[in-house]
């Protein structure tokens, strides 16, 4: 019997560890988007000195470090310290994860990047402990780039950077009640917005542990003259289309170079080799990107063409096309405590045995361990959940959603999924 899985509803981080099936996993605290490269050296270093050589790239542009044990763990969190990459004590701090577009900075020159913004936020944050009960999941994202923008993406609080003095925010998603602000009122107004869902999160902290559970319950005009917002547009926000940022493409003066691991999954053999590659072409940071991946900038052509034919043999995806692109998994087995079996595994199988790569969007299949669809809690053209004694195959749907087939076993689901592809792709 397949047991419905536990909703933890929090974070790790370099200094409350999550225990899992392989170990302590830690995440250390990347502020932004952007990473320098004696950072990406030690969190090569650290993985591998003292974790399992594994590390996790999440959906929030933040590693995360696996099987570290008792022993190792706080010998890992003054390594992270001494580069910056966690705070020097366990001192409460906001839980505020801050998404950052990954080219910030590079395609448009602005007074204040959104790469400065974070910053700037963080800062404010970090010098006060009156936002330290907000949820662990509290995501901020900021977008300040129309070539690789963040787009849809799971913030409570979303910022558009359009000018100096325009910028746009959003909550929970809507797309349609928009505030309107500037460099010069934009904290004011994201603090404002904090301090207002604290104060009605703390009636129920599990139910309205994200801002959006609490507008469901909440109107947005309610909220907004609670928090003491008037300036609001209602009207749809800028679209946003899909971003291409596999592979090396011009943008600006800046050629990037987007590649990524499969599903998220790096050795620290690969960030070691990736961090080598900086330093063998004098190169000081490397952008990461909320779709798993991490982008090269430079601005010499003969530099991103060598980097480009450098990273196959790392075992990266370098491409849109590649079969590996197309699935999504999280952890699974024995990584995580509350799968039903091992994702990644699964997800090598299938990619080694589909017959048809289909057009559409990327990630095409979702793989998740259990229920809860953690890797992609929004519907995918194919999820396949992985249960005791099968797997769920579901079409259009999230994780826990009834299935359209159950399949016995791998070689009866990859049948499955090769029969509905090459259907879909002749309809």
Known sequence: MTLDPE??????????????????????????????????????????????????????????????TEQSYQYAVQAL??????????????????????????????????????????????????????????????????????????????????????IELSLAGDDEQIIQTDSGTIVDAILKIMRTYLDYAQRDPFQFRRLGKLLKTLSFDEFYKSAGLLNIKKTKNHTFK????????????????????????????????????????????????????LIIPTKDFKVAEKITLSLPAIGVITAREDPRNLIITCPGSPGCLQANGPTHDVALQLTEKLNTVPSGPRPYVHISG???????????PITVTLQDDHMAIIHNGSAHAAPHYCAPSIERAIAYLNHFMTAQNNA
């Open 7 to 68: 909703i933890k509803g929090w974070c790790p981080s370099a200094h409350h560890p999550m225990i899992t099936g392989d170990g302590l996993l830690i995440r250390p605290r990347i502020i932004g988007a952007s990473i320098s490269n004696k950072q990406l050296y030690a969190l090569a270093h650290i993985a591998e000195d003292y974790g399992n050589g594994l590390l996790d790239l999440s959906q929030r542009g933040q590693f995360q470090i696996r099987g570290l």
């Open 81 to 166: 310290i001494d580069h910056n990459l966690a705070s020097k004590n366990n001192t409460p701090r906001a839980p505020v994860n801050i998404m950052v577009s990954p080219l910030s900075g590079l395609t448009s020159k602005r007074q204040e990047t959104a790469q400065q913004l974070a910053e700037r936020i963080i800062n404010i944050l970090d010098a006060t402990n009156e936002f330290s009960n907000l949820p662990p999941k509290f995501n901020l994202s900021i977008n300040d780039c129309q070539i690789l923008p963040l787009g849809e993406s799971d913030a409570d609080i979303a910022v558009n950077i359009i000018t100096d003095q325009e």
């Open 242 to 293: 899909p971003c291409d940022y596999l592979g090396r493409h011009k943008h600006g003066d800046n050629y990037c170079i987007g590649f990524s691991a499969f599903s998220g999954r790096w050795q620290s053999r690969q960030l070691l080799e990736i961090a080598n590659l900086l330093n063998e072409y004098a190169l000081s940071e490397i952008r990461i990107t909320p779709w798993r991946a």
């Open 370 to 380: 259990c229920k809860k669809g953690c890797a992609n809690p929004a519907p995918s």
